[in-house]
C-alpha cells in the first residue's frame, strides 16, 4: 500500500517535497522495484512527472518539470521522495506515487503498475 503525502497550497515560486511510503512489503522488496511520481489535473489524464529505475537512474518525461523536479528515494524507509521547487500554477493536481512491481522502468513509464493508492493534493497559487 502507498501512501503519499505532504501537498498543500503553496505561491507560485515556493518549493515542496512529497513522501510515499510502501506499507506491507520488506525493504530488500522495495529496493528491487522502480518509482514514478504521476499527478493529475483537473479534466485531465494521470502523467508521469518523475520515475527512478531500481538501480537509481532517473527520468523526468516531462519537459515542463526537468530542472524544478527531483525524485529521490530511501530504500531502508521504503520512501520516494518528490522535491518541487519554483512551482508554479499549473503544477496543481493531485500526485499519486506508484511502482513496477519489479516488472522494469519501462512499465512504469506506459503506466503499467500497482494499485492506486491515495494522492495528496497540491495546489499552486499565482
Known amino acids: 500500500q502507498l501512501q503519499a503525502s505532504g501537498g498543500g497550497l503553496v505561491q507560485a515560486g515556493g518549493s515542496m517535497r512529497l513522501s510515499c511510503t510502501a506499507s506491507?512489503?520488506?525493504?530488500?522488496?522495495?529496493?528491487?522495484?522502480?518509482l514514478g511520481w504521476f499527478r493529475q489535473a483537473p479534466g485531465k489524464q494521470r502523467e508521469l512527472v518523475a520515475g527512478?529505475?531500481?538501480?537509481?537512474?532517473?527520468?523526468y518525461p516531462e519537459d515542463s518539470v526537468k530542472g524544478r523536479f527531483t525524485i529521490s528515494r530511501d530504500n531502508s524507509k521504503n520512501t520516494v521522495y518528490l522535491q518541487m521547487n519554483s512551482l508554479k500554477p499549473e503544477d496543481t493536481a493531485v500526485y499519486y506515487c506508484?511502482?513496477?512491481?519489479?516488472?522494469?522502468?519501462?512499465?512504469?513509464?506506459?503506466?503499467?503498475?500497482?494499485?492506486w493508492g491515495q494522492g495528496t493534493q497540491v495546489t499552486v497559487s499565482s
Open positions: 506508484n511502482t513496477d512491481l519489479g516488472r522494469g522502468y519501462y512499465h512504469v513509464v506506459v503506466g503499467q503498475v500497482g494499485d
Open positions: 506491507g512489503i520488506t525493504e530488500n522488496t522495495f529496493s528491487g522495484y522502480s
Open positions: 527512478m529505475s531500481d538501480s537509481g537512474m532517473t527520468h
